[in-house]
């Protein structure tokens, strides 16, 4: 038998027309089967699965209407074998049932050989569309299927405390076209992404990995959360079509600030909830979608809003508020945050808004790509870093204390206006990740370079005052002034210098910064925020009493316009 032999059915009584249909059928390339009535050919189509059936319609035992109804309610959708009434009724009622009954197509006897074959090549010819229509079904559907797998093994597989974030992520189709992200910073602080592709399926994914990739990429380097959205909007605007977008809630958690910075882009409401099941603040958008337009808005910036220890952050997509019911109602905005400040209460917000939310819709057809992140506002401060400097016992005090003769050094300064556009603590990282490879130790470097960097800039160049983050609304007044200040800066400098000094299994970094301000009393302020901190009474200085902690020394000069510290460090055995 040929691999690609065809298969009729041939269904009548006539053992006549059986062999004529036979004959004129084995012309055309097909092998025949034969069943001489309705049921047996109902039978004879399971267990051969022709490509063409050719139906009588008085027949004993099951006629052929009834027959074909069989035939089209066993073979379903994925079966497109085409079905032919052979039929001596020349009437409209003949043609109005079989149609009805299933047929594809009716042949009214008498005909010649050439009609005949004339017919089955034009059924034959739209069978063949819809095959490959069917082919291309089931491509799409494989690649979808791949693109899933992909999805939630190599990309969302690798977010940072899987065991801390809870997800609601249910796709309409296949694939979703929403993603969630979650990565640790250098310094502790946790980002998180949760995003929404136009439309939902394999289309809306194109974007999928570059976001993942560059949202993570950019936070180990240590990049603002802010410099990440610009970046993705820029990534997005270059590589999307001009009809798919990306609606995102980012969000930077820093325990040891207790704030949370959010940048939302055309995504609901977000929310920060307390665990007593009270909403403290909504998150709303304040972007258009990112890849609409060419950069940000020029008045673009975070919003900051204060964390207790008991809060949680909780991002949702357009997919839950808009899900319907039989009676054609919205979940709602109103539905969700009851079922979500009721879950808060019993620490169980994804289990109480899924449950609602199967509650409301009962078994109605998906519509959209339904997502949540509830993520903890707190246990993020031990990830990533040690509160202790430990010192290698191999080394000894010339090791510590020989500043002559570092392996390298580098240095760089910023000046005037480019202090307002670069961000240069990635920048250091990335030279010492390029020259020393990278490592568990840096994030400790990351956060005193970041922290000692901050601090140069708003303090010393901008002549911020840290007492205004002593009040949580502070930090908000605090950055909007900051952004102010850097908006009108056109004079001043920061210098960054390393000095490197490699120890047996450990190793030794000097960073050098200095500033353009006028300095301060440094001593004051850390005895004053040691105190504060300790007692809880102040929101400030809980990163320079961070620094003094990392570091072997600290020591401020020029008035605290220069600060010099040593970051040592010991690698396992």
């Not at 995504?267 to 890849?291: E, V």
């Not at 008045?299 to 997919?319: E, H, K, P, W």
């Not at 200085?541 to 961070?546: A, S, T």
């Amino acid at each position: 038998m040929a691999k690609n032999q065809m298969f009729a059915l041939v269904v009548d009584d006539s053992q006549t027309q059986c062999k004529v249909l036979t004959v004129l059928l084995e012309e055309e390339g097909y092998q025949v089967i034969v069943a001489n009535d309705g049921a047996t050919g109902v039978e004879r189509y399971i267990k051969h699965q022709p490509d063409l059936v050719l139906m009588d319609i008085n027949m004993p035992v099951m006629n052929g209407f009834d027959a074909a109804r069989k035939i089209k309610q066993l073979s379903g959708e994925g079966n497109l074998a085409p079905l032919i009434f052979i039929t001596s009724m020349d009437s409209d009622e003949a043609f109005i049932n079989s149609v009805d009954a299933g047929g594809d197509g009716i042949l009214v006897r008498p005909f010649s050989p050439p009609v005949f074959k004339a017919k089955i090549k034009s059924i034959q010819r739209i069978s063949n569309l819809y095959q490959q229509v069917k082919n291309l079904q089931q491509e799409q559907q494989s690649d979808a299927e791949l693109a899933e797998k992909m999805m939630s093994e190599v990309i969302e597989a690798r977010n940072f405390a899987l065991d801390k974030v809870s997800v609601i992520k249910k796709a309409a189709t296949i694939f979703s076209g929403d993603i969630q992200l979650t990565a640790l910073c250098p310094n502790g602080d946790v980002n998180v992404l949760l995003g929404d592709f136009t439309g939902h399926g394999l289309r809306s994914s194109i974007g999928a990995i570059p976001v993942a990739e560059t949202f993570r990429a950019m936070t180990k380097k240590g990049f603002s959360i802010l410099e990440i959205v610009a970046q993705l909007n820029k990534q997005l605007h270059n590589l999307l079509p001009s009809d798919l977008f990306f609606a995102a809630c980012f969000a930077c958690i820093s325990e040891h600030e207790k704030s949370a910075y959010i940048f939302n882009a055309g995504m609901p409401d977000g929310y920060i909830i307390s665990t007593t099941g009270q909403i403290k603040y909504r998150l709303p958008s304040n972007h258009p979608p990112l890849g609409i337009l060419k950069t940000l808005l020029p008045d673009a910036q975070l919003s900051i809003y204060d964390t207790s220890d008991d809060d949680r952050l909780v991002f949702i997509s357009d997919g839950i508020i808009e899900a319907r019911n039989e009676q054609g109602q919205l979940f709602g905005v109103e539905r969700f945050e009851k079922a979500a400040t009721a879950g808060a209460a019993q620490n169980a917000i994804v289990n109480n808004v899924n449950n609602s939310l199967q509650d409301f819709c009962h078994n109605m057809p998906q519509e959209d790509d339904i997502s949540l992140v509830d993520i903890p506002c707190t246990g993020w401060q031990s990830s990533a870093q040690t509160s202790k400097v430990v010192i290698p016992q191999s080394i000894n005090n010339d090791d510590m204390y020989d500043d002559a003769n570092p392996s390298w050094s580098w240095s760089m300064e910023l000046t005037g206006a480019s202090l307002k556009t670069v961000n240069p603590i990635p920048l250091v990282m990335n030279q010492v990740n390029e020259i020393e490879g990278a490592g568990e130790h840096w994030h400790n470097l990351y956060t005193i370079l970041t922290e000692l960097f901050v601090n140069a800039l708003d303090h010393g160049v901008l002549g911020l005052s840290s007492s205004l983050k002593d009040s949580a609304q502070g930090f908000s007044q605090y950055f909007n002034e900051r952004t102010k200040r850097l908006e009108s800066l056109t004079t001043g400098f920061v210098s960054i210098a390393l000095r490197y000094y490699p120890f047996d299994r450990g190793g030794k970094m000097v960073v050098v910064i200095r500033d353009s301000g006028t300095g301060f009393e440094i001593l004051d302020v850390i005895r004053d925020n040691s105190v504060a901190v300790e007692s809880g009474a102040s929101l400030s200085g809980r990163g320079i009493e961070l620094v003094n902690q990392l570091c072997d020394t600290l020591e401020y000069q020029n008035a605290g316009a220069t600060v010099t510290a040593s970051y040592v460090w010991h690698l396992p055995s």
